[in-house]
């Protein structure tokens, strides 16, 4: 690499939690500049998941809580990306860096719950952390297909780079 590496730019931690992680969550969610209309859906689809889990159980759920635990269910640990060995294409199963794993994670959640069913988006986003945080849904087949596609190429892992 020729240039330096940028520098790491640092978000503002949210105004009702204070969570760095709930602004990256809210800035990936965001669509056409519109923050406040993602901070709307996403602190609707926590309310709507405490009401939900709140239901079947006595004691009060924190939303946050849930959110958090469906974050850590749906993120990755290995991948596989693409090396070129002597005019052969290979899938290297690789390690997850701590940034791209939260990442990947934040950016699965959000499309898997743009692609569900539901009316509105905070229906949409409260049953996929709903679901993550139970151990189902589109985000975490989406990481069990990449932990299965990685364990299957585990035999080209020698070309690691």
Same mark, same amino acid.
């Given at each position: 690499?020729?240039? $330096?590496?940028?520098?790491?730019?640092?978000?503002?931690?949210?105004?009702?939690?204070?969570?760095?992680?709930?602004?990256?969550? *809210?800035?990936?969610?965001?669509?056409?500049?519109?923050? #406040? *209309?993602?901070?709307?859906?996403?602190?609707?689809?926590?309310?709507?998941? +405490?009401?939900?889990?709140?239901?079947? $159980?006595?004691?009060? *759920?924190?939303?946050?809580?849930?959110?958090?635990?469906?974050?850590?269910?749906?993120?990755?640990?290995?991948?596989?990306? $693409?090396?070129?060995?002597?005019?052969?294409?290979?899938?290297?199963?690789?390690? *997850?860096?701590?940034?791209?794993?939260? #990442?990947?994670?934040?950016?699965?959640?959000?499309?898997?719950?743009?692609?569900?069913? +539901?009316?509105?988006?905070?229906?949409?986003?409260?049953?996929?952390?709903?679901?993550? #945080?139970?151990?189902?849904?589109?985000?975490?087949?989406?990481?069990?297909?990449?932990?299965?596609?990685?364990?299957?190429?585990?035999?080209? #892992?020698?070309?690691?780079?």
């Amino acid at each position: 690499m020729r240039k $330096s590496k940028p520098k790491k730019r640092y978000v503002l931690p949210d105004p009702k939690f204070g969570d760095t992680l709930v602004t990256k969550f *809210v800035n990936n969610l965001m669509l056409d500049g519109k923050k #406040s *209309v993602s901070y709307k859906i996403f602190y609707g689809a926590l309310e709507l998941v +405490e009401e939900r889990l709140g239901k079947n $159980s006595d004691e009060p *759920v924190s939303g946050l809580d849930v959110w958090k635990k469906a974050l850590n269910n749906c993120t990755p640990a290995v991948e596989v990306k $693409s090396r070129r060995v002597g005019g052969a294409t290979f899938q290297v199963p690789m390690e *997850v860096r701590p940034e791209r794993k939260q #990442s990947l994670g934040i950016k699965w959640m959000i499309m898997f719950a743009r692609k569900r069913n +539901e009316k509105t988006m905070i229906e949409r986003l409260a049953g996929e952390i709903i679901a993550a #945080s139970k151990g189902e849904g589109g985000a975490m087949k989406k990481k069990d297909d990449t932990h299965r596609m990685a364990e299957a190429n585990k035999a080209f #892992s020698h070309f690691r780079f």
